[in-house]
């Protein structure tokens, strides 16, 4: 059988390293033969971010694939039943068998159960991804109603260090011109 492995994280804290190697390992065991290894990094939310499942669903229809390799189905998406139903369909139209580690059912080829769980599990998906929004939501209408700063501060995700400085050093200087504009009206305001 060949597989493809696809492993998706929502944020750059989190790795794939950690679904591949456990996704390899159970492939390994079922005698099965790992083709092509395709991780992203992307909200499973946000259409068109998606660019690796793109391309495992295109290959998938010249048929390089016998079996497509998860760590969970909603790995694949939380968007809802509708569209873990699709994914799960268009594979099996190009021939391939979507296998979820976690959900040992997706082995099974009982048709109606199987096709039964796909939806519940893609429900309880979406349902956990919406109340983590909910929750997110909450916390920021509070820190904002205790006027809290919501966000990072400036420039603390710059990867290059130089730039990271430039901007700092550039808003430093902005803020100094600023103040010594206040001062310099303040003084004028003063004279009169």
Request: charged fraction near 30%.
């Amino acid at each position: 059988m060949k597989v493809a492995i696809y492993a998706r994280v929502s944020t750059e804290e989190q790795h794939t390293d950690n679904q591949v190697s456990v996704l390899e390992k159970f492939a390994a065991s079922q005698g099965w033969d790992v083709v092509k290894i395709y991780t992203e990094e992307a909200s499973a939310w946000r259409a068109g971010h998606q660019k690796e499942l793109k391309e495992l669903l295109n290959r998938a229809s010249y048929h390089e694939y016998d079996m497509v390799l998860v760590w969970s189905l909603d790995r694949l998406t939380r968007q809802g039943i509708g569209h873990i139903m699709q994914l799960v369909n268009t594979f099996k139209q190009y021939g391939c068998q979507v296998i979820s580690q976690q959900e040992s059912w997706t082995h099974q080829n009982d048709g109606m159960m199987v096709d039964l769980l796909y939806a519940i599990t893609a429900w309880v998906a979406k349902f956990e991804s919406e109340r983590r929004s909910e929750r997110i939501k909450a916390a920021l209408a509070r820190k904002k109603a205790n006027g809290e700063r919501i966000g990072r501060a400036p420039g603390a995700k710059d990867v290059q260090p130089r730039k990271r400085l430039g901007y700092l050093k550039r808003y430093d200087d902005r803020r100094k011109i600023a103040s010594g504009k206040k001062m310099i009206l303040s003084r004028l305001n003063k004279r009169k």
